[in-house]
């Protein structure tokens, strides 16, 4: 089913996001954390797809897994940096043909040197979009950043670069991790005022472990608020107690977002079941319909 389908019968979604798996390990890993996450219900489950190159094949088969063996919606993530427009033709068939119906269209992360030299027919996530669209066979969803995009000058620029994804074809927008609702908010209250009615999912992810979160938002450009930083500092060396800061917070998180009319929640489940199962299952029945 499309996303957008599911829009029409749902106020809120709740979805899951996956990676694929590099090595054996991960491969069982991913099959029980599925297993536990599918018990959920979730709306649909996303599959990350890497800009460099290396997992791309393996992605493209997880999302045929799950969509087609497992019987999810599932929405592929697919980016266009160092694509050209053959591959990326083909690479729409191939999940036409897999009854693929939903899509995150990403240009990418830009390689260390910036964009000069670069072998791409793309430059953006809005010259890959309208291509997707005009197949008419997908819903598709773009990237927001509450916090702006790192190569951004500023909040206002990057939205007007948000509203031309829209109008090139994006029917939903699911945004980078942030830790201050009120920067979720005031991007929508900024979206909103440039005309882009879409949806704008808030995209979660719990703090379990520290260090890792710490490289995660220095690579995205997402900040974590001083009071959380002091919470988390002292305690970094023990993964019990991360652990229990962590997901009571993004409990608290969730739960205010949805109170103050977020429309659902997308978990970057970082392919681990237990903190979003935590999560999800203490969000009480009636901000979760
Ligand atoms: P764009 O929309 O192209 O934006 C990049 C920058 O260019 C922004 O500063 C924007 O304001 C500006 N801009 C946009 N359009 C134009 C235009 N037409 N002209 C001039 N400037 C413009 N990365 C992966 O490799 N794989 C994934 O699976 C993946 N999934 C993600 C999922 C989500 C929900 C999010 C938020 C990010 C994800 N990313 C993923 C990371 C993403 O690829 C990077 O953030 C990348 O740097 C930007 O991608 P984008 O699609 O937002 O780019």
Redesign the pocket.
Known sequence: MRISEIFEYHNKTFSFEFFPPRNYQSILELGINVGQLLKLSPSFVSV????GGSTQELSFDLVDYIQNKIGLTTMA?Y?CINANKSKVEQDLEYLIVRKIENL?L?????PAEGSDGLDSDFL???DLIPIARSLDAFSIG????PEG?Q??RNMD??VK?MK??IDQGADFI???MFFDNDLYFDFVERARKANITKRIIP?IMPITNYKQINKFTKM?GATIPDAIVQKFEPVQDDPKTMYRIGVELAIEQCIDLLKRGAPGLHFYTLNKSRATVDIYSSIPHGLST
């Open positions: 990350t797809y890497g800009a993530h980016t995150m990403l240009r990418g992360d830009l953006h996530a809005s773009a990237a927001g950043y995009h190569e951004s620029e990057d670069w031309y994804k699911i945004t980078q995209g995205s």
